[in-house]
């Protein structure tokens, strides 16, 4: 697995755990100035905060790596990198304060002018050591040739010539060019200056390992969502990595932040490999958040439980069967936000319109509909209305993060790249909702929910939860 990331990577991240235990020995020094060295060193658990340096430093090191600190656009540039690794020793540094309240005696990470010495001298030195030293040798290795990446691109195009004209006026990022892959021109046909077509997409596997390609940019436009799809799943199938720039997922870099090469938004398809492990660590993690979250909302749930018993008719819940993974319905729960008596009509036209909708049109969610009551529209419009289903999470047919499910007249007019969604737990809460919402129209909604199916991972999960309140409290996008 490690073995597809680029070792300037591993590099960088090797000189930034160095400079943070650095900066830690430094801090302490600088506060600590006046006690001699024996005494320093022969206060209690020093060995237990040294050992806590150590580890946590590796913790910062992977809080980089969520940042997007070791992405080309990023190392590259200034601004940006200050600002992120700023941001990532302030998210670090949470965290340790916390072990400190937890565990006393730890007199050199509680104190606070050790903690803020080593935040300044950190940030200062990673981001002097990034932007004065490993970003010249970076591009003097490319230039000089030592650091180079063979880079086979998917389409003929004007994505494909523009990414190949982009990558060959610049290169101190250090990509070779290998060729054009592409069906419907014979091999050896040029494509772009002296690039040339190198194969057909049946042959992409035996490419790639004849021209020890490690890269490879789809660049297709003008092709469906499904033949982009069965695309970028054969080029999962070799050992390279796969990049893709196409206007059919401009929602990712709109809404995510993204890798760039020399300006050009790319959207990283890893090669989906499959964690028993993070299964687990999900299941655990949806029961033990549940069952502290429900305690914690159990005075809320039962003061919403009373206001919509005393302002309409009907019951607390609403229920409804839902489609979950695999296309197995359940049961779906809801507090009820609707007057009873209703049906679904209008819901109907709505879905069949708004999944229709093609280029973008805008259909937006049904706005002041009169089926929904007075106190529905605030449940609906802060999403509170949605809690319940941590009843479907506890039962294992959801999950926190994960596609909404959807309902079976929506699955019936579904493509078939549309049924990808279903390939996973549905969730409570998902990308779209925290990064478009109301917003987005139905491919794109799609689209999103498909790149976190590529790109599940703890720390991505936890990041759209902490998304997900700011969202619901604000009530962004909803109605």
């Given at each position: 697995m490690f073995k597809r990331y680029p070792k300037y990577k591993f590099v960088l991240a090797g000189f930034d755990y160095l400079l943070l235990i650095a900066a830690w020995v430094a801090a302490i020094l600088i506060r600590f100035w006046e006690v001699p060295m024996n005494d320093l060193l022969s206060r209690p658990l020093v060995r237990t905060q040294a050992a806590l340096i150590l580890v946590y430093s590796f913790v910062w090191i992977v809080i980089f790596q969520h940042f997007s600190l070791y992405k080309l656009n990023f190392f590259m540039s200034?601004?940006?990198?200050?600002?992120?690794?700023?941001?990532?020793?302030?998210?670090?540094?949470?965290?340790?304060?916390?072990?400190?309240?937890?565990?006393?005696?730890?007199?050199?990470?509680?104190?606070?002018?050790?903690?803020?010495?080593?935040?300044?001298?950190?940030?200062?030195?990673?981001?002097?050591?990034?932007?004065?030293?490993?970003?010249?040798?970076?591009?003097?290795?490319?230039?000089?040739?030592?650091v180079r990446r063979r880079v086979a691109i998917v389409g003929h195009d004007r994505t494909a010539k523009m990414v190949a004209a982009q990558i060959a006026v610049d290169d101190s990022h250090g990509f070779d060019v290998v060729g054009f892959v592409?069906?419907?021109?014979?091999?050896?046909?040029?494509?772009?200056?002296?690039?040339?077509?190198?194969?057909?997409?049946?042959?992409?596997?035996?490419?790639?390992?004849?021209?020890?390609?490690?890269?490879?940019?789809?660049?297709?436009?003008?092709?469906?969502?499904?033949?982009?799809?069965?695309?970028?799943?054969?080029?999962q199938k070799t050992p390279a990595e796969v990049r893709l720039v196409s206007e059919l997922y401009n929602i990712i870099p709109e809404?995510?932040?993204?890798?760039?090469?020399?300006?050009?938004?790319?959207?990283?398809?890893?090669?989906?490999?499959?964690?028993?492990?993070?299964?687990?660590?999900?299941?655990?993690?949806?029961?033990?958040v549940t069952l502290v979250g429900g305690l914690l909302l159990l005075g809320p749930f039962l003061v919403i439980a009373l206001i919509i018993k005393l302002t309409s008719k009907g019951p607390i819940f609403f229920s409804h069967t839902r489609i979950g993974k695999s296309c197995k319905p359940f049961e779906f729960h809801k507090f009820r936000t609707m007057y009873v008596?209703?049906?679904?009509?209008?819901?109907?036209?709505?879905?069949s319109e708004f999944i229709d909708a093609k280029d973008g049109a805008a259909v937006k969610k049904i706005e002041n509909d009169p089926r929904v009551t007075p106190v529905g529209r605030f449940l609906r419009k802060t999403s509170i209305d949605e809690l319940p289903q941590l009843l479907n999470v506890l039962k294992g047919e959801m999950s926190l993060v994960g596609p909404r499910p959807c309902m079976p007249y929506e699955l019936e007019q579904y493509q078939d790249w549309h049924r990808r969604r279903l390939s996973v737990i549905p969730g409570c809460t998902g990308l779209w909702q925290v990064a478009g919402r109301s917003a987005v129209d139905f491919n794109d909604m799609v689209i999103l929910d498909l790149f976190y199916i590529d790109n599940m991972s703890p720390l991505f999960d936890l990041s759209i939860i902490f998304r997900t309140v700011p969202v619901m409290i604000f009530a962004r996008g909803g109605h």
């Open positions: 200034f601004g940006e990198q200050v600002f992120a690794v700023f941001k990532s020793l302030l998210y670090g540094l949470i965290g340790l304060i916390l072990i400190t309240f937890i565990f006393k005696r730890l007199d050199f990470v509680e104190s606070r002018l050790v903690l803020g010495f080593f935040v300044l001298i950190s940030l200062v030195a990673i981001t002097t050591f990034r932007t004065l030293v490993f970003r010249p040798l970076f591009a003097l290795a490319s230039q000089k040739k030592l592409n069906e419907d021109l014979p091999a050896g046909e040029r494509v772009f200056e002296k690039l040339t077509n190198i194969g057909s997409l049946s042959d992409l596997d035996a490419i790639v390992r004849r021209e020890k390609i490690s890269e490879i940019i789809i660049a297709e436009s003008d092709v469906t969502h499904n033949a982009l799809l069965e695309i970028i799943d054969q080029a809404k995510v932040l993204l890798e760039k090469y020399l300006g050009v938004p790319i959207v990283k398809m890893p090669q989906n490999y499959e964690s028993g492990l993070f299964t687990v660590y999900k299941r655990v993690f949806d029961v033990t008596g209703n049906d679904d009509a209008s819901h109907r036209a709505f879905v």
